[in-house]
């Protein structure tokens, strides 16, 4: 977002969370993002007068935003149960409880390993090649930050602009 951001207003100024300082980062505390998360998605659902007590919840990815959003989650009485990684996702129906989350603060942070191990350990599901548990049809689907989404997203819809004008250039000459 940020790279996006200098891009359009040709100059590098501002702050982001979840970014070193070098990339326009803060000196916040590590867990905001996250936690932003479920507050934002705690005030949706007071607009319905419920709360996170007891429902089911898939958290897409398992970096620090995911981390802390799992965290806060299991805090307020959510049952999380997806984590994902680039390899594919795990669907624990038991929960990922805050020893299980523990596992996967060492499996990302320190050890660098696949969220695969967290399923071998736990003895859960794991879907390869799928990266959002989206397949799992019950619960709240809460995000994560995903690397250069933008870019990706303004590079496809240029190159839908692009398909677009040629097909309309075709259709003058024609």
């Known amino acids: 977002m940020f790279g996006e951001y200098k891009r359009l207003k040709n100059e590098f100024v ?12 803060s000196l916040i505390r590590p867990e905001a993002t996250g936690y932003g998360v ?3 998605a ?25 981390q802390y959003t799992v965290e806060k989650l299991n805090q307020l009485g959510a049952v999380v149960v997806t984590l994902s990684d680039s390899d594919g996702f795990i669907h624990d129906p ?16 320190v ?32 995000g994560h930050a995903e690397r250069d989404r933008g870019k990706r997203r303004r590079h496809a819809a240029e190159e839908r602009l692009h398909r677009h004008r040629r097909g309309r250039e075709h259709a003058v000459d024609a």
């Open 14 to 25: 501002g702050v982001f969370t979840g970014k070193a300082l070098n990339w326009g980062g």
């Open 38 to 40: 479920v507050y934002f």
């Open 42 to 66: 705690e005030e949706m659902l007071k607009t319905r007068k419920e709360t996170f007590k007891g429902k089911i919840c898939a958290v897409s990815g398992s970096g620090n935003v995911a």
């Open 94 to 109: 038991k929960g990922i409880t805050p020893d299980k989350l523990a596992f996967v603060l060492d499996l990302k942070n």
């Open 111 to 142: 050890r660098r390993g696949r969220i695969q191990e967290y399923a071998k350990k736990f003895g859960c599901e794991f879907v390869a090649g799928k990266r959002r548990g989206r397949e799992v049809r019950r619960g709240l689907p809460l």
